[in-house]
């Protein structure tokens, strides 16, 4: 694919607010049209920043943004042409529903039949068509979120940012609005670039997700590869949950690798970034990943467990049991019907295969 | 509950069988009582400093009815006169009548359309020199029973009897002495001290003598100077020269004592003969009287009861009516002009600058007035800071520019002092427009200059009116600053209402100009409510 194939363009894009600190640090990221891109991010990570920047809000204080190949740098965000949805809408509270959607097809100059019907296509498309003459603070939220989202399509954007859109919204709410959100992104074919913190609403709807942390992206991945094959340890643990195992690199064979847990055991692993032999490594494994009592020379890694704590969670069990040391290593058991039953206390055995262990480098561990 | 069918036709019962609503109420009581205690401290202060002064002064302006107690017979006669030829002589007996003899306080009921002006009481003559009593009792008999004059006694004992320091008695007693007055005549500043001291020694009984009769007739006639003087003053308002024509009269008037008195009249002051003095004594006829507020606007009742124009040379105060608009109006709008930025940067500014902005503004909030208003004479004045600069600048020394004791001077000083009247609640309300809005605007489109226009002075409306209200209010009332740098043509309204409270001592007058104020002010009010909507006023 050639560089030309891409819609936006990060290119070694820096920012710093206070000229002592980088808030985004070198950062490049190439967006295909069409595509729903998510940036990942616990806050303070960047992911904000870098869509401020896209809107024109934030200079870039080093680097290049391309917009259909051409350089948006110095175009201010009036003529940017990008749609966007904010974190708590931003509807304009002195106009109607109508009057916010009309807004920017009036200051583009559009003839007035032109305005109201697009207009009301905008606000059928979002299922809120009886509610043009009311104000946005006599409707709920969820229905706010919607007028935000058909103002930022109203005038055929070809692209629309989304920063953290659905925060404000209860749980329920919040994952309606995600398909809703997902189905507008297929049927109109707008390019997508949409802001969050929370790992299913990425999960549920993107195309890639970028995970950011410290101002960089720590991968650049589809949701399942993402969730399947973290490439270092923050990602691991970030997306989904996760057993992390510590210790020191035995040996490399290819692209397998041995690694010598704190308390002596060696488990198999999938190498992923450890570079040589005796450097310290984080083992990652889904907890879904584990097998209780699983068939003898079914796994390469077989350890001894003891069962601390059941928890009993409808679809699944959660137990937390003793391995390696480690006494907080958690294993969801599926409520299938021949699932094994256990009780706290019991001694088990624990196996896993070495492609669902991956060998990753150590982050300093905050939590 | 509107779904379901009644459960039961009885009223709701809480667990011990007491009606709910009993219940609601007991337990509510507490809560309301408070409520009301901590409200009553301000509705007694907005009552007693704020509605009775305001009514009080809504009443003077249309009171007229000083005069009618000084002439109830000649306005009881003045409709039959043609109003076109010099009044014959019963008319000219009746005004003698009434400035010169003190009948009109003896006779019980003599006021407005009580007047019988056929009754023969109002032609007995007091012997000036006594003795009395046979005169008023022929007045009124009513004077001979001692009944008449217990109330009188019973005010006069207040003053006896008083307790505490020899200070204090002294002030009761005087006040005693004021109040017999009030009782007897309408006015409450002067004193009856020789009814006082006859009243004392009385036991309330005996038949009352001579003595009783000579204090009342002197203290009637000291009394009646004083009401003379007073609707003498209340004539002039209405033709200038009235004044003097009863000063002048009534002390030639004095040793005419025989009809006829037209002659005599005119022959004291040949004013009398002139048919417009006469005619202004019938705008004046009625107890309420709209003159004040025509006068407020340069204008006055004429003979046949119609509204005229003042005399050229008499009119004043439409001119300031208008300049004071018109002050007010640009104050106001240079407020709005230099407070917006401002009030702008107030709100957007990092805090660590926002607050020593703040600190600017407040400053002069904080500094007297009056220290405020003598910089500005010295920044203003024809040698002052800005011309000394302009000098030194290339301005040719004999053209500095007057700015002050002017027009101008008062519009400057009084946008500086106004300013942050408009600045403060603009900034309360701009503090609350998210900075998103903004961006929003620009991102769907709008040019920054569109995005202000159409998306965030919208939202500062309500800021702008608390402002505009606010500045225009308390400017078109003001009055230190054009009194200090006004000058001549600086002056507005609020410094006649001063001068005729403090000066001209013409308090109709300025309640009437007062009244027309508050009048304004409420109406702009009401506009403002009708356009804006006055729930839409943020004032902080």
């Known amino acids: 694919m050639s560089d030309q194939d891409f819609f936006v363009r990060f290119i070694k894009v820096q920012k710093s607010y206070d000229g002592e600190t980088l808030v985004v640090k070198n950062l490049n990221l190439d967006i295909k049209k069409g595509e729903f891109i998510t940036m990942l991010g616990p806050s303070g990570s960047g992911k904000t920043t870098c869509l401020m920047m896209l809107a024109g809000f934030e200079p870039a204080t080093h680097g290049e943004i391309y917009l259909g190949n051409q350089p948006i740098n110095a175009v201010p965000p009036h003529k940017r042409g990008i749609g966007m949805v904010f974190q708590n809408y931003a509807l304009f509270p002195h106009m109607t529903v109508n009057e916010n959607l009309a807004f920017p097809l009036e200051v583009r100059r559009l003839n007035k039949s032109e305005i109201e019907s697009r207009t009301k296509r905008a606000l059928d498309m979002v299922q809120l068509g009886a509610f043009g003459n009311r104000r946005p603070a006599q409707l709920s939220g969820g229905q706010q979120q919607r007028v935000a989202v058909a103002r930022a399509l109203v005038f055929d954007p070809d692209l629309v940012l989304m920063d953290e859109p659905l925060g404000a919204l209860d749980k329920q709410l919040r994952e309606q609005m995600q398909y809703e959100i997902k189905h507008i992104h297929e049927s109109l074919g707008v390019t997508i670039v949409y802001v969050t913190h929370d790992q299913s609403e990425a999960l549920t709807m993107s195309n890639r997700i970028a995970v950011f942390d410290d101002g960089v992206i720590q991968q650049l991945a589809a949701p399942n590869d993402l969730y399947e094959r973290p490439e270092n340890a923050f990602v691991a643990q970030f997306i989904g949950e996760n057993n992390r195992l510590t210790g020191f690199v035995h040996s490399i064979e290819g692209n397998h690798c041995q690694v010598e847990l704190d308390n002596g055991d060696h488990v198999q692993a999938f190498k992923v970034n450890v570079d040589a032999v005796g450097d310290r490594a984080t083992l990652s494994l889904r907890p879904e990943r584990v097998e209780v009592n699983p068939e003898p020379g079914k796994f390469p890694n077989l350890f001894e467990a003891k069962v601390e704590e059941l928890i009993y969670l409808g679809d699944h069990i959660r137990t937390r049991a003793s391995v390696c040391g480690h006494s907080d290593f958690i294993v969801k058991i599926p409520n299938a019907s021949h699932h094994a039953a256990l009780n706290e206390g019991d001694i088990v055995k624990f196996g896993w295969s070495m492609e669902d262990c991956r060998a990753l480098d150590v982050v300093e561990a905050t939590n | ?540």
Not at chain 2, 78 to 106: G, V
Not at chain 2, 133 to 146: G, Y
């Open chain 2, 1 to 540: 509950m509107t779904n379901s069918p009644p459960v039961s036709v009885q009223p709701l019962l809480t667990a011990d069988g007491i009606p709910l609503k009993t219940s609601l109420q007991r337990s509510m009581r507490r809560s309301k009582l408070r409520a009301i205690c901590l409200v009553l401290p301000p509705l007694i202060f907005l009552l007693g400093l704020f509605i009775i002064p305001i009514g009080n002064l809504l009443t003077r302006s249309t009171d007229d009815t000083l005069i009618n107690y000084q002439l109830p017979l000649t306005f009881a006669m003045i409709d039959q006169w043609d109003r076109k030829t010099l009044p014959e002589e019963d008319l000219f007996e009746a005004i003698y009548l009434d400035l010169s003899s003190l009948n009109k306080y003896l006779i019980s009921d003599n006021f407005s359309d009580a007047v019988d002006p056929s009754d023969p009481a109002w032609r007995v003559r007091i012997p000036k020199k006594g003795p009395y009593r046979d005169a008023m009792i022929a007045i009124d008999p009513r004077w001979q029973s001692a009944s008449t004059w217990l109330p009188i006694h019973e005010i006069a004992m207040v003053g006896v009897n008083a307790q505490g320091t020899e200070r204090e008695r002294e002030n009761k007693a005087r006040r005693a002495q004021f109040n017999i007055c009030a009782y007897l005549t309408p006015l409450t500043n002067a004193d009856c001290t020789k009814l006082y001291k006859v009243l004392q020694a009385w036991d309330g009984a005996s038949a009352p003598d001579e003595t009783f009769f000579n204090a009342l007739y002197k203290d009637l006639s000291s009394a009646n100077k004083f009401l003379v003087g007073k609707s003498s003053t209340r004539m002039n308002y209405g033709k200038p020269g009235f004044k003097s024509l009863i000063k002048k009269s009534s002390r030639k008037l004095k040793k005419v004592s025989e009809p006829p008195y037209r002659d005599a009249m005119i022959k004291a002051d040949k004013r009398w003969g002139d048919v417009a003095f006469w005619q202004t004594l019938v705008t004046m006829q009625e107890p309420q009287t709209t003159g004040y507020y025509l006068n407020a606007v340069d204008r006055k009742w004429n003979k046949d009861h119609e509204i005229e124009l003042q005399p050229a040379e008499r009119r004043v105060y439409a001119m300031l009516w208008w300049r004071t608009f018109l002050v007010s109006l640009i104050v106001t709008v240079g407020c709005l002009i230099l407070a917006y930025p401002v009030a702008h940067l107030l709100a957007t500014l990092p805090l660590r600058y926002s607050n020593i902005l703040m600190i600017c503004v407040l400053m002069p909030f904080w500094t007297s007035l009056l220290v405020r208003i003598v910089a500005w004479m010295v920044m203003l004045q024809q040698e002052g800071v800005i011309n000394d600069t302009l000098v030194m600048l290339g301005l040719p020394d004999e053209n500095r520019l007057p700015m002050m004791y002017n027009f101008t001077g008062t519009v400057i000083v009084m946008i500086q002092i106004l300013l942050p009247f408009m600045i403060l609640p603009i900034y309360s309300v701009m503090k609350t427009i998210p900075p998103n809005y903004m961006k929003a605007a620009q991102n769907l489109g709008a040019t920054p200059a569109i995005a202000f226009l159409r998306v965030y002075m919208p939202q500062t409306l309500p800021g702008i009116g608390a402002g505009v209200i606010l500045v225009f209010i308390v400017a078109i009332g003001y009055y230190i600053t054009p009194e200090l740098v006004g000058g001549k043509d600086g002056r507005l309204i609020g410094n006649m209402v001063a001068y005729h409270m403090q000066k001209s001592l013409n308090w109709g007058l300025a309640a009437a100009m007062g009244s027309i104020l508050l009048a304004g002010i409420l109406m702009l009010y009401w506009i403002y409510d009708k356009i804006v909507g006055i729930d839409n006023m943020k004032l902080g």
